[in-house]
């Protein structure tokens, strides 16, 4: 089992910056998908960043210029610095992993695959 921690949140007036990390209990692997998810009161919960285990990143389409996706595989520790922050950044944001593994010589899903941290709050106010 892995364990995810997530730290960082915090009230913060438009405009700022915060900067979250996720710290995750050592683990092995052949692929991963380190990810940051967030859900506004009300809302649905939706991706904001992610980055794979090749280093490759991505974001959601709001956050993009505003928002960087980063990892520090020495301390198993995802980041995401956000800038620019705006009151509809406002949710419990939530950092997941997708683990595989080998089997054998074959990179296949983990069992399980999927884990959640338990989320950090993050709170702009205008």
């Known amino acids: 089992q892995v364990q995810l921690v997530e730290s960082g949140g915090g009230s913060v007036q438009a405009g700022g910056s915060l900067t979250l990390s996720c710290a995750a209990s050592a683990y092995t692997y052949c692929w991963y998908d380190m990810s940051w998810y967030r859900q506004g009161p009300g809302k649905e919960r939706e991706v904001v960043a992610g980055?794979?285990?090749?280093?490759?990143?991505r974001y959601g389409d709001s956050v993009k210029g505003r928002f960087t996706v980063s990892q520090d595989n020495a301390k198993n520790t995802m980041y995401l610095q956000m800038n620019s922050l705006q009151p509809e950044d406002t949710a419990m944001y939530y950092c997941?992993?997708?683990?595989?593994?080998?089997?054998?010589?074959?990179?296949?899903?983990?069992?399980?695959?999927?884990?959640w941290g338990q989320g950090t709050q993050v709170t702009v106010s205008s």
């Open positions: 997941k992993l997708e683990l595989w593994i080998y089997r054998g010589h074959v990179c296949l899903p983990a069992d399980p695959s999927d884990y």
């Open positions: 980055i794979h285990s090749d280093g490759s990143t």
